[in-house]
């Protein structure tokens, strides 16, 4: 058996069509969910059957520290105006050196969805955190 290296989920980056939009402190919400439909067959009661049905696929959340780069800003803004431009999208997974490509999740037709600015506190030290939402129409990992 071939020995396997269980990837760190610390180090990637956002790959806006061959541009790098930013580091990110957190990515949620990769995932697939395939509907399961279930059905009796004919006269047989106590059998439940089940059959793969529509396919959806979750919404992207990106966290990251604000800064002066206004990339994914000028993105969602082109939802906001009514003009949505949907881009393919990569969230690249970098290796612990984080000069190489561990691997990748290429996600298509993605779009801004949501923007959530970050909790300002006068009395705090914290890093000023912006949340914002993809939509997308399918995942590929390569």
């Known amino acids: 058996m071939p020995d396997l290296d269980i990837y760190r989920a610390y180090n990637f980056v956002l790959d806006l069509q061959g ?8 990515v949620t919400g990769l995932s697939v969910d395939v509907e399961v439909i279930e059905y009796r067959s004919g006269g047989d009661a106590a059998a439940v059957s089940k059959l793969p049905g529509r396919v959806s696929y979750g919404d992207i959340t990106l966290k990251w520290g604000v800064s002066d780069n206004r990339v994914l800003w000028e993105w969602l803004m082109t939802a906001v105006n009514g003009a949505v431009e949907k881009k393919d999208v990569s969230i690249v997974l970098m290796k612990p050196n984080g000069r190489e490509e561990q691997t990748r999740w290429n996600l298509r037709n993605a779009w801004a969805s949501r923007w959530r600015g970050s909790k300002l506190n006068a009395m705090g030290q914290d890093v000023a955190i912006e949340t914002l939402t993809l939509a997308h129409e399918g995942i590929e990992r390569t």
Do not use: D, I, M
């Open 19 to 26: 541009v790098n939009a930013g580091f990110f402190t957190e």
